[in-house]
Nanobody, 115 residues
Framework: QVQVVESGGGLVQAGGSLRLSCAVS????????IGWYRQAPGNQRDLVAR???????NYADSVKGRFTISRDLAKNTAYLQMNSLKPEDTAVYYC?????????WGQGTQVTVSS
């Protein structure tokens, strides 16, 4: 059974940094893509960054130049390095893993940026 576990969230002041991790286990198949999404209260869940199996990445305009998505294939883990954080980055951050035609979501990790 595939498990997706996020970690690394927390409380940080504006201008600070956090690194989120997304650990994937339980799959005998290759991961096609990993994406980070976020959802603030009352808002929909939006894509923040995504990395495909070939290494291609794309980012939401609001985080370009500040966030970096990466992955460690040996550890089956993806990361989201978040720099120059702003209060509007406050949200629950979710990791989505695509394996074959199926999506697997983690439970989310809270990121709170104080002004």
């Amino acid at each position: 059974q595939v498990q997706v576990v996020e970690s690394g969230g927390g409380l940080v002041q504006a201008g600070g940094s956090l690194r989120l991790s997304c650990a994937v286990s339980g799959s005998a198949f290759s991961v096609n893509a990993i994406g980070w999404y976020r959802q603030a209260p009352g808002n929909q869940r939006d894509l923040v960054a995504r990395i495909l199996s070939g290494g291609f990445t794309n980012y939401a305009d609001s985080v370009k130049g500040r966030f970096t998505i990466s992955r460690d294939l040996a550890k089956n883990t993806a990361y989201l390095q978040m720099n120059s954080l702003k209060p509007e980055d406050t949200a629950v951050y979710y990791c989505k893993v695509v394996i074959g035609r199926r999506d697997f979501w983690g439970q989310g990790t809270q990121v709170t940026v104080s002004s």
